[in-house]
Structure formats: structure tokens, C-alpha cells
T-cell receptor, first 113, second 117 residues
Framework: GQQVMQIPQYQHVQEGEDFTTYCNSS?????IQWYKQRPGGHPVFLIQ???SGEVKKQKRLTFQFGEAKKNSSLHITATQTTDVGTYFC?????????????WGLGTSLAVNP | DTGVSQNPRHKITKRGQNVTFRCDPI?????LYWYRQTLGQGPEFLTY????????KSRLLSDRFSAERPKGSFSTLEIQRTEQGDSAMYLC???????????????FGPGTRLTVT
């Protein structure tokens, strides 16, 4: 079945350092979404990528969707303590009427002040 | 608050008992999803509804689990004969589908934490 792998599982950085998490799918995706979950909270939608090779920015966050629509990345420039949390990618498969999301296991980010 | 709400927020039950959770989605959203999440894992898809129709149920879901969305608004998730392995956070999410060929951002509720003793 379709799988979405996410690496790394954990990342510890000093405040001000950059951070990147990678997402890889076993199948071509229709689109990919990114969510952030703070400790004790619920997932909160960040962004959706739909087009091959798409790049979107939100302040210090840069999201990319691969040319083959099988991988994606989230890069945070100059991390802050407010970036702490788990970042999930979730992909929707390409064909058929199934629009459920397949979620990665997430990358937990810890930021030392 | 016009976000997704879930009740109860916490539920402790004994093994073998039945439990029911409720989700109230954002009012104009036509899709409603149920997920289960355990510590250190991503949300695990359980089932989803398009209006009142249940379109898919995870193969991982045993017959002890059932969900309804009778009027296309709120939804309930029932677990019968609970087992300790059912202990998890049960998340509900809703979205507004505008086109049939893609998925849309999901808005999550705070979840119901189930502990089976």
C-alpha cells in the first residue's frame, strides 16, 4: 500500500540554526500537505502543494514539492523556540476517488534557546 | 468558537465497556474524518464521511468500531468491547471539498483521549 516516509524522526537544534525535514512517498501524489502539532496539541494545517516542482514560502518556512511529485521538504531558516513541535507531511494519492491523506510519522523539532 | 469540537476530551473506561465519542465539525464543512493517534506516531486514518455518506473505512479498523454522521453534521465514533490497545487520542477533522479531484486542508478538533484500564 501507499506509504509516506519522513526523516529525520527527531531533530535538536540551537536557536538560530536551520532545520529541514524530508518526506518521501512510495507512489506519485496528487498533492501534499504539511501540518504542525505542538506538544499536547492537535495538528494544524500549514500549507498544501499541488504542482510538480512547486515552492512556497511562509516567512521563515520554505516548502518544496518534487518534480516527480513523490517527495517534499520543509525548511525552516533561523529556528526560534516557537518552532518547537512535530511537523507532519500528509499525501493524497493520485488516482481514484480516494481522497484520504496518508500521513508520515512526523519529525519532532526541539530548539535550544 | 467556530472550530471543530470534540466531546468528551478525556475518557477512562474499563476493558470490555463500550464508549462513544462525538465530533462537531465546522458548520459548512462537508467532509469529516476520524483518526487515531498514539504517542510518537502520526494520525492513523480510521474513516471519513462526505456529508452523511461514509466513503471509506480503514482495513485496520475492526468490527468493534463504528461511525455515523446521520444528518451530515455531527458525527459519533463508537468502540464496542474496548481493549487496552484501543487507548489512544481520537482526532476528528473536517474540511470543505470544492472540487472532487483533490484533497483539502483539514481542521482538527482537540481530540478525545481514551484510556482503557
Amino acid at each position: 500500500g501507499q506509504q509516506v516516509m519522513q526523516i529525520p524522526q527527531y531533530q535538536h537544534v540551537q536557536e538560530g540554526e536551520d532545520f529541514t525535514t524530508y518526506c518521501n512517498s512510495s507512489t506519485t501524489l496528487s498533492n501534499i500537505q504539511w501540518y504542525k502539532q505542538r506538544p499536547g496539541g492537535h495538528p494544524v494545517f500549514l500549507i498544501q502543494l499541488v504542482k510538480s516542482g512547486e515552492v512556497k514560502k511562509q516567512k521563515r518556512l520554505t516548502f518544496q514539492f518534487g518534480e516527480a511529485k513523490k517527495n517534499s521538504s520543509l525548511h525552516i531558516t533561523a529556528t526560534q523556540t516557537t518552532d518547537v513541535g512535530t511537523y507532519f507531511c500528509a499525501g493524497s494519492q493520485r488516482a481514484g476517488n480516494n481522497r484520504k491523506l496518508i500521513w508520515g510519522l512526523g519529525t519532532s523539532l526541539a530548539v535550544n534557546p | 468558537d467556530t472550530g471543530v469540537s470534540q466531546n468528551p476530551r478525556h475518557k477512562i473506561t474499563k476493558r470490555g465497556q463500550n464508549v462513544t465519542f462525538r465530533c462537531d465539525p465546522i458548520s459548512e464543512h462537508n467532509r469529516l474524518y476520524w483518526y487515531r493517534q498514539t504517542l510518537g506516531q502520526g494520525p492513523e486514518f480510521l474513516t471519513y464521511f462526505q456529508n452523511e455518506a461514509q466513503l471509506e473505512k480503514s482495513r485496520l479498523l475492526s468490527d468493534r468500531f463504528s461511525a455515523e454522521r446521520p444528518k451530515g453534521s455531527f458525527s459519533t465514533l463508537e468502540i464496542q468491547r474496548t481493549e487496552q490497545g484501543d487507548s489512544a487520542m481520537y482526532l476528528c477533522a473536517s474540511s470543505l471539498e470544492r472540487l472532487a479531484d483533490r484533497s483539502y486542508e483539514q481542521y482538527f478538533g482537540p481530540g478525545t483521549r481514551l484510556t482503557v484500564t
